[in-house]
Nanobody, 129 residues
């Protein structure tokens, strides 16, 4: 059983920055793909970014390229999402997810939330204009 805990969300002004963290309880954290998704009120869950087990490959939604950076530190069992130049449209609950069976990598389908089998509880990001 993998437990994921997000932190770092909050209320920020447009143009500001945040760094979200996702701490994993699993000691095999360094063996599988991780991802970030978000969901705004009334909208579907949206893929943001994914990172392979070794951190060598990252994938981003077109809407966040250049502003968001995903990373992971195995020694801390933690994944990060650096968000710069925040926009009101970024307001959402942000979730981290783990793909412990490497389904996303096998299918080359990192944007599909169904490829991820463990999820955190989410952290709220609110951007004021």
């Amino acid at each position: 059983q993998v437990q994921l805990v997000e932190s770092g969300g909050g209320l920020v002004q447009a143009g500001g920055s945040l760094r979200l963290s996702c701490a994993a309880s699993d000691p095999t954290f360094d063996t599988y793909t991780m991802g970030w998704f978000r969901q705004a009120p009334g909208k579907e869950r949206e893929f943001i970014a994914a990172i392979t087990w070794n951190g060598d490959n990252t994938y981003y939604a077109d809407s966040v390229k250049g502003r968001f950076t995903i990373s992971r530190v195995h020694a801390k069992n933690t994944m990060y999402l650096q968000i710069n130049n925040l926009e009101p449209e970024d307001t959402a609950v942000y979730y981290c997810a783990a793909d412990t069976v490497e389904a996303a990598a096998y299918r080359n389908d990192y944007e599909n939330w169904m490829m991820y089998d463990y999820w955190g509880q989410g952290t709220q990001v609110t951007v004021s204009s």
